[in-house]
T-cell receptor, first 112, second 111 residues
Framework: KAGVTQTPRYLIKTRGQQVTLSCSPISGHRSVSWYQQTPGQGLQFLFEYFSETQRNKGNFPGRFSGRQFSNSRSEMNVSTLELGDSALYLC???????????FGPGTRLTVL | KNEVEQSPQNLTAQEGEFITINCSYSVGISALHWLQQHPGGGIVSLFMLSSGKKKHGRLIATINIQEKHSSLHITASHPRDSAVYICAVRLEGGSQGNLIFGKGTKLSVKP
């Protein structure tokens, strides 16, 4: 069974631009969560999606948004990029909302 | 004060030693996760537990709900165990979708 895949793996953007990251969960998993990891703050919860609905959102500004499609694939979007948005963005999928999470390899975003 | 505290922050051990990493939390939880992150970023889920004890190979995880404390033990440690170990708690109630993470314990096992 294929694992969680994330595209792209690396991304370089400049301040003010926007970016879209993609996550394909393990087949049969309906829950996708997104996390941001930085050296200073560690891992922080961004969003949780289940059945195409955002169920929970972490303490991030409105520039961070996401969605989930009917095939459970998910995208997250960051608009008006800031230097502080440079981070590793991880998604994780689980079969249901509260099960064991399986993480993707992450997308490393650098904002210049 | 962070809601999830791990100790120690850094740990160096000799191959073969018994290792313990601790996690304390201050919120009501529905489950606790132990994660392993190798250099390069990949995260692997080691355990998810809500009570008692779980064992997988040389790894053992325990949780005491009353004391709000969990431990991860590694027996007969090996250099390949070198990684960052992260404790994460899933909140109870309406915010169950949220995971709150500890800062991680960086483990280095020397041959």
């Amino acid at each position: 069974k294929a694992g969680v895949t994330q595209t792209p793996r690396y991304l370089i953007k400049t301040r003010g631009q926007q970016v879209t990251l993609s996550c394909s969960p393990i087949s049969g998993h309906r829950s996708v969560s997104w996390y941001q990891q930085t050296p200073g703050q560690g891992l922080q919860f961004l969003f949780e999606y289940f059945s195409e609905t955002q169920r929970n959102k972490g303490n991030f500004p409105g520039r961070f948004s996401g969605r989930q499609f009917s095939n459970s694939r998910s995208e997250m979007n960051v608009s008006t990029l800031e230097l502080g948005d440079s981070a590793l963005y991880l998604c994780a999928s689980s079969r249901d909302r509260y099960g064991e999470q399986f993480f993707g390899p992450g997308t490393r975003l650098t904002v210049l | 004060k962070n809601e999830v505290e791990q100790s120690p922050q850094n740990l160096t051990a000799q191959e073969g030693e018994f290792i313990t990493i601790n996690c304390s939390y201050s919120v009501g939880i529905s489950a606790l996760h132990w994660l392993q992150q190798h250099p390069g970023g990949g995260i692997v889920s080691l355990f998810m537990l809500s009570s008692g004890k779980k064992k997988h190979g040389r790894l053992i995880a325990t949780i005491n709900i009353q004391e709000k404390h969990s431990s991860l033990h590694i027996t007969a440690s090996h250099p390949r165990d070198s990684a960052v170990y992260i404790c994460a708690v899933r909140l109870e109630g309406g915010s169950q979708g949220n995971l709150i993470f500890g800062k991680g314990t960086k483990l280095s096992v020397k041959p």
